[in-house]
């Protein structure tokens, strides 16, 4: 029988606005209301996110700016951008990462895109929590390290943001050994499993 999990509560809720409701964007929702927070779904339609403490961007790579144009309030707001370049990279930005941050102009991390989202429903049934890898910007690194700790991963911080097109180019690593359905991965130092 695998154990789950235990969840510690955190003291405060965050408002989180995910843009995108589909599998990422949407199983991330169901993971952090299940730890507390005030999380709302836009989508296709855009919103107002002027009230959110964090937004995560989860829309197909080649929609970014075209989701983004319809969301309002994003100014100085953090935000996790979880978007893939598959099948193929599109546009000019240096990454993904940075078309998000020229958005919101606010700290950006990278995260959440080398996870299955298929596999959210069981991250906390595990028998260690599985890894999330993710690189940010200096003052989205507290909040971003605590979101993957809330949907249930350990966060490994592989750089900063300059890293990010990195890191983009990596998840191709990952799908190349993932059997259908996905995996999950873990990282730790020798001693901790």
């Given at each position: ?20 409701r ?15 927070h ?22 197909p ?52 895109n ?12 595990q ?20 979101l ?26 990952l799908?190349?050994?993932?059997p ?14």
């Amino acid at each position: 029988m695998k154990a789950s999990h235990p969840f510690k509560q955190k003291e405060t809720e965050m408002k989180i606005v995910t843009i995108g409701r589909g599998t990422i964007g949407g199983g991330l929702a169901g993971l952090w209301r299940a730890a507390g927070h005030d999380v709302e779904e836009l989508g296709r339609d855009g919103g107002d996110v002027s009230d959110a403490d964090v937004v995560l961007v989860a829309v197909p790579g080649d929609q970014i700016s075209p989701a983004l144009s319809k969301v309002t309030g994003l100014e100085g707001k953090i935000a996790i951008d979880a978007t893939n370049i598959l099948p193929a990279r599109h546009g000019d930005f240096p990454s993904y990462a940075e078309e998000v941050k020229s958005f919101t102009g606010g700290p950006v991390a990278k995260s959440f895109n080398m996870n299955f989202g298929s596999l959210f429903g069981a991250v906390r049934e595990q028998r260690v929590r599985p890894s999330n890898w993710y690189v940010a910007d200096e003052a989205a690194r507290e909040i971003t390290e605590r979101l993957i700790r809330d949907a249930g991963y350990d966060p490994v911080r592989v750089g900063d943001l300059s890293r990010a097109r990195d890191f983009e180019n990596a998840v191709w690593l990952l799908m190349g050994v993932a059997p259908t359905g996905g995996v999950f991965y873990r990282f730790a130092v020798p001693g901790e499993l």
